[in-house]
């Protein structure tokens, strides 16, 4: 622990070096812009901007992704809570008491909360990870390949299984991710897979045409012609209104608190998505309340818990991502892919082999959410302003912006080619109700689970017992099991409930289920109408 | 209308089970070209037929669910948008091949351009001042502030 906070100073003194503090600067700047946008989100900022890290240092490339995910996901909740726009899933459930807060006229309010609540939750995450990281290094040094192999089967499996929709179908699609993981040449035996005789497919599948592809341009795909932005409402928000009174604050410091316990809870948990957190957060605020019956009229309580466990669950998030190398989310897997462009191998090694990029991260969380705030009270009018750009003009630009990305980052208009592949492949997918987030998940992780299933087999002689004699890997597999059951359990209950057609909310297969009613597509169809 | 009354959520599970087994089926068809190996000592096949193995099952259980599982949306299916589609796959289409003949500028013209004609909202005038403005964006930002390799203006 002491130790800890020794590093901890370390890290303050990276993350605030002029040139590290500038990238993160830039970083939570561009991130919090994009996110703004409607129709684009965390993940779609992150891959744009992504190619500009890879001739950068690791450290404040990392610093500078770190800045754009939370400067995005900041501006994700200022298109939810003014326009009634998720931009990104996990802010859908803020839209249904922040929009109302907007049409009364308090749209700074809750913006405000907003940011007195990710401050806060992302603090307490930060806290949590100075202390668990240590206890995570300890364990670091038993990590063989068999262990290995086993977490990561977990953090598929969870990052499968906890998705948005069907459970089935998000390990189908993890599945599909570790196959697109496999194209190019094999480590081992220098064997060309699937590849299809094109030569340029023998370098792997970019990662950020295969994210562009999927987060890019199948939204496009999907969205073209789909939405509108409405200017309805009292959308000019001066600076004066961001300030919550006192009885406001007093009304969402207790959902504050619960809702940074659930996202940090979750953010424990790899692989529970970030959209499933906040829903849970926004059904126990409103299980909890003594009015329930006025959620969705715009409730700040309904804004505050949300809010804070989406951001307590975002810091918590980096350190499954780091340390055992498994993401909670599409978004993590795509700084994990950045890491290891980066030659960066995340694991359990990493907080001592990397010891200054570790903690200049986690110190330049707290000073990028500072800067967050700063950044945000004086240009709120700008981000008002950014948020009713038509689609019409944004979508044309941001597949520019995608092409010449992509092909910046080898100088390959092949690749370009692999976006637009990708982009009607996740089409399909989605049309098809699959969700395409978990195929980023099994690609980032497929090389690494092979190899470490070959090396474990290898040592073990091709005993398959090798998993469960070792401990640390056979409790992982007991979770994969109980992660597996409970899916089964919950499936059939919530098919034995809907057939009886009884609704009751405050068990997760309830949750699953409004969360299957409000999806973000829904809710901008009712932005669109 | 036909096609999207038929095209309801029952389906959609059975083409998604489909289609997932086809893939499963194909990773494992080219996987057998290459070496299997044992568990002991594995090929670079083991992998590949193993997913593809399980991908086809889990595919099978989403077909085998489709039956039984109650359709829980109700929402119809949005009609097709044929002119936006193919307008954001031509563009793609155009800047690789104009990218590869042209150069920079003309190619980020052709993207721009055609994809905004996507929108049924864009008329011309508006798809060509956009693509104009960001021929300037990417002359600025990325050929010199940021100097990615790709000439502006080439020729075959």
């Known amino acids: 622990m002491l130790q800890s906070l020794f590093d901890l100073r370390h890290g303050f003194a990276i993350a605030l070096d002029p040139h590290n503090l500038m990238w993160s600067f830039v970083g939570v700047l561009i991130g919090n812009l994009i996110g703004v946008l409607p129709g684009m989100g965390a993940l779609s900022a992150i891959s744009i901007l992504l190619p500009l890290t890879y001739a950068m240092h690791p450290v404040p490339a990392i610093l500078m992704l770190a800045g754009i995910f939370y400067g995005s996901q900041y501006g994700g909740a200022i298109g939810a809570i003014l326009l009634n726009l998720p931009c990104h899933p996990p802010h859908a459930v803020t839209c249904l008491d922040g929009y109302p807060m907007t049409q009364q006229g308090k749209g700074g309010t809750a913006l405000g909360i907003t940011m007195i609540c990710s401050f806060f939750?992302?603090?307490?995450?930060?806290?949590?990870?100075?202390?668990?990281?240590?206890?995570?290094?300890?364990?670091?040094?038993?990590?063989?390949?068999?262990?290995?192999f086993s977490i990561m089967l977990l953090g598929l499996l969870c990052g499968g299984t906890m998705s948005r929709g069907s459970a089935l179908k998000g390990v189908a699609m993890t599945l599909v991710g570790l196959l697109i993981g496999i194209v190019g040449t094999d480590v081992n035996s220098g064997e060309m897979r699937f590849?299809?005789?094109?030569?340029?497919?023998?370098?792997k599948i970019q990662l950020v045409a295969l994210a562009l592809g999927l987060f890019g341009v199948t939204e496009f795909l999907r969205s073209v012609n789909r939405i509108q932005v409405v200017g309805g409402g009292k959308t000019s928000v001066r600076l004066r209104d961001m300030f919550p009174g006192k009885a406001e604050l007093k009304r969402s410091f207790m959902p504050m608190l619960r809702g940074t316990m659930i996202g940090t809870l979750f953010g424990c948990m790899p692989g529970t998505g970030p959209t499933i957190t906040t829903f849970i957060a926004y059904a126990f605020e409103r299980k909890v309340s003594k009015t329930p019956d006025?959620?969705?009229?715009?409730?700040?309580?309904?804004?505050?818990?949300?809010?804070?466990?989406?951001?307590s669950k975002a810091q918590v998030d980096f350190v499954p991502t780091m340390s055992l190398g498994i993401p909670g989310d599409a978004v993590m897997a795509l700084i994990l892919g950045a890491l290891l462009i980066q030659g960066i191998q995340p694991g359990p090694q990493l907080i001592t082999e990397h010891a200054d990029l570790f903690w200049g991260l986690i110190a330049s969380f707290w000073i990028g959410n500072v800067l967050l705030i700063v950044l945000n009270v004086p240009l709120i009018g700008i981000w008002v302003k950014l948020l009713r750009v038509p689609y019409r003009f944004l979508f044309p630009s941001a597949l520019f912006f995608i092409a010449v990305g992509v092909y910046s980052v080898n100088n390959s208009l092949f690749e370009v080619g692999e976006v637009l592949v990708f982009g009607l492949v996740g089409a399909v997918f989605s049309a098809l109700e699959f969700s395409v987030a978990p195929i980023l998940l099994g690609y980032v992780l497929g090389p690494m689970i092979e190899v470490n299933f070959r090396r474990a087999l290898l040592l073990s002689h091709g005993d398959m017992t090798v998993f469960l004699q070792h401990p640390i890997s056979c409790a992982f597999l007991l979770l994969c099991t109980t992660v597996i059951a409970a899916q089964v359990f919950f499936q059939w209950r919530g098919a034995r409930r809907l057939r009886r057609a009884t609704g009751s909310v405050g068990s997760v297969s309830a949750v699953k289920a409004e969360l299957h009613a409000i999806t973000p597509e829904k809710a901008s169809d009712r932005a669109g109408s | 209308m036909v096609i999207n009354q038929w095209f309801n959520r029952y389906h959609k599970d059975y083409y998604g089970g489909a289609l997932m087994i086809v893939i499963g089926l194909g990773a494992v068809a080219c996987g057998t070209d290459y070496q299997i190996g044992s568990l002991r000592q594995m090929g670079p096949g083991f992998f590949p037929v193993a997913?593809?193995?399980?991908?086809?099952?889990?595919?099978?259980?989403?077909?085998?669910?489709?039956?039984?599982?109650?359709?829980?949306?109700?929402?119809?299916?949005?009609?097709?948008e044929w002119r936006g589609w193919f307008c954001i796959v031509a563009a793609l289409l155009a800047f690789v091949i104009i990218g590869e003949h042209g150069g920079l500028l003309p190619a980020t013209f052709a993207v721009v351009f055609i994809a905004a004609l996507g929108d049924r909202k864009n008329r011309l005038k508006d798809a060509l001042v956009l693509a104009l403005a960001l021929m300037l964006v990417s002359v600025v930002v990325f050929w010199w502030a940021l100097k990615v390799q790709f000439p502006l203006l080439q020729w075959g």
């Open chain 1, 121 to 148: 939750a992302a603090s307490v995450g930060i806290i949590v990870m100075i202390v668990a990281s240590p206890l995570l290094v300890s364990i670091a040094f038993k990590f063989g390949p068999a262990e290995i």
């Open chain 1, 294 to 311: 006025k959620f969705g009229t715009g409730m700040i309580e309904g804004v505050a818990a949300p809010e804070a466990a989406s951001h």
């Open chain 2, 51 to 80: 997913v593809g193995v399980l991908l086809a099952l889990v595919g099978g259980a989403i077909a085998l669910q489709a039956s039984r599982s109650v359709p829980t949306d109700k929402k119809a299916a949005l009609p097709a």
């Open chain 1, 195 to 203: 590849t299809f005789g094109m030569p340029e497919l023998s370098e």
